[in-house]
């Protein structure tokens, strides 16, 4: 059972960087590969980015490809997204949430998820 809590979204103007965290609690985070994933209003929820349980690998969407990463930090049960050159479609709610089989690309392989943390980026 893992507990995640998602925080640092907020306002920011297009072009500029922003650095969300996930805080986990609960068994054996460090064996768990961990994703994020972004909701935007009226729209599915979407792969972003993810990482092995190690940190050794790292996986993210088209979209995000050089401006996104993904890190962790098992020692502090952390999970992090750097976003730079922010756009205004980066805006939605973005989630971390712990894999637990299936696809890394989508939701249902997924079975731990945060309550989100609103990203928006103005033009």
């Known amino acids: 059972q893992v507990q995640l809590v998602e925080s640092g979204g907020g306002l920011v103007q297009a072009g500029g960087s922003l650095r969300l965290s996930c805080a986990a609690s609960?068994?054996?985070?460090?064996?768990?590969?961990m994703g994020w994933f972004r909701q935007a209003p009226g729209k599915e929820r979407e792969f972003v980015a993810a990482?092995?349980?190690?940190?050794?690998?790292?996986y993210y969407a088209d979209s995000v490809q050089g401006r996104f990463t993904i890190s962790r930090d098992n020692a502090k049960n952390t999970v992090y997204l750097h976003m730079n050159s922010l756009k205004p479609e980066d805006t939605a709610v973005y989630f971390c949430a712990a894999r637990t089989g299936g696809s890394l690309y989508y939701t249902l392989g997924y079975g731990y998820w945060g309550q989100g943390t609103q990203v928006t980026v103005s033009s």
């Open positions: 990482i092995s349980w190690s940190g050794d690998s790292t």
């Open positions: 609960g068994r054996t985070f460090s064996s768990y590969n």
